[in-house]
C-alpha cells in the first residue's frame, strides 16, 4: 500500500460493508455522553498490515512524544486525608492534523491519510453508529508503544461553545503483532468498572464524549518491547446543531 483510500469504506471487508448497509442513517437513536461502541473485524488482516506499514514508513519519523506525568507534591502537598486528585497523565505520540500550518500535515496528505480521516464514508459511518448528524471532522494520529498509557480523564470541554455539551470521536485502530494487549475502561453508573480489548487489528471504536475513561499502559509481547506499537487514527466531530448538513 503506497497511499490511504480516499473513502474510508473503501479499507473494509464484507463484514464491514455489511454493516455499513445495516447501519442505515437513522436507524439508531441518538447516543448521549458515556456511548461506546467497538466494531472489530471489519478489515482484512492484509489490508490492516499495510496500513501499519505504510504508518511506520511514512509518519512514524514525524510523531511527537506527548507527555505528562504524575504532578511532583501530588502527594507531599497534600494536607487532609482523601484530598486527592489527579489531573491527566499521558505517554505516547502524537500528530495533529489540523492544516498545513502542521509540519506533519503535508506527509499525511500525500500518503491520502488527511483525506481519508474526513472522508464521507467515515463520517457516515460514525453517523450510523451514534445516530447523530455530525461536522467534518478534526483528524490527529496517535501512537501507543510499549509502556504508553492515558490515565483517567473525561473529554469534557465547558469552555468550548462548540463540543461543550459533547462531540463523537471515531478511532481506526492497528495494532502489531508485538503487542500483547491493552484495554480501555470506562465508567458505567459512575464506577470505571468497563473493561474492553482495545489492541484491535483493523477495528474501530466510536465514543460519545464526555465520560470518565483511560487507556491501560501497552503490553508487548515478552522480547519484542522495541517492536510494539499501536495506531490509532482518530477523527474527532462536532455534533450538528443547525438545519442542513455540514459541508
Known amino acids: 500500500m503506497r497511499s490511504f483510500p480516499a473513502e474510508f469504506s473503501d479499507l473494509l471487508n464484507s463484514k464491514g460493508r455489511k454493516w455499513m448497509a445495516d447501519h442505515t442513517a437513522g436507524s439508531r437513536p441518538p447516543a448521549r455522553n458515556g456511548f461506546f461502541e467497538l466494531i472489530d473485524g ?17 509518519l512514524y519519523p514525524l510523531l511527537r512524544p506527548y507527555v505528562d506525568r504524575i504532578p511532583r507534591g501530588s ?14 497523565t499521558m505517554s505516547m505520540k502524537t500528530c495533529i492534523l489540523l ?16 483525506s481519508m480521516l474526513r472522508s464521507g464514508s467515515l463520517r457516515e459511518f460514525a453517523e450510523a453508529s451514534t445516530g447523530l448528524r455530525l461536522e467534518r471532522p478534526s ?13 483517567p480523564h473525561n473529554d469534557h470541554h465547558p469552555q468550548n461553545d462548540r463540543v461543550k ?8 485502530m492497528f495494532g502489531n503483532d508485538a503487542v500483547e494487549h491493552q484495554w480501555l475502561v470506562y465508567e458505567e453508573e459512575r464506577h470505571l468498572k468497563k ?9 474501530v471504536a466510536v465514543y460519545r464524549l464526555p465520560f470518565w ?12 518491547e522495541k517492536q510494539a506499537r499501536r495506531w490509532l ?9 443547525r438545519v442542513g448538513r455540514a459541508a
Open 42 to 58: 471489519i478489515m482484512d488482516p492484509a489490508t490492516a498490515r499495510s496500513c501499519i506499514g505504510l504508518l511506520d514508513r511514512s
Open 75 to 88: 502527594i507531599s502537598g497534600m494536607t487532609r486525608n482523601y484530598s486527592e486528585s489527579l489531573p491527566k
Open 99 to 114: 492544516s498545513r500550518r502542521f509540519r506533519e500535515f503535508e506527509p499525511a496528505e500525500a500518503i491520502g491519510l488527511v
Open 139 to 151: 483528524p490527529q494520529v496517535i501512537l501507543y508503544e510499549s509502556g504508553d498509557y492515558v490515565g
Open 165 to 172: 455539551n459533547g462531540f463523537v470521536d471515531l478511532h481506526i
Open 195 to 203: 473493561i474492553r480489548d482495545v489492541n484491535l487489528k483493523g477495528g
Open 213 to 224: 475513561h483511560y487507556t491501560t499502559p501497552l503490553a508487548a509481547r515478552p522480547g519484542r
Open 233 to 241: 487514527l482518530l477523527a474527532s466531530f462536532e455534533i450538528a446543531r
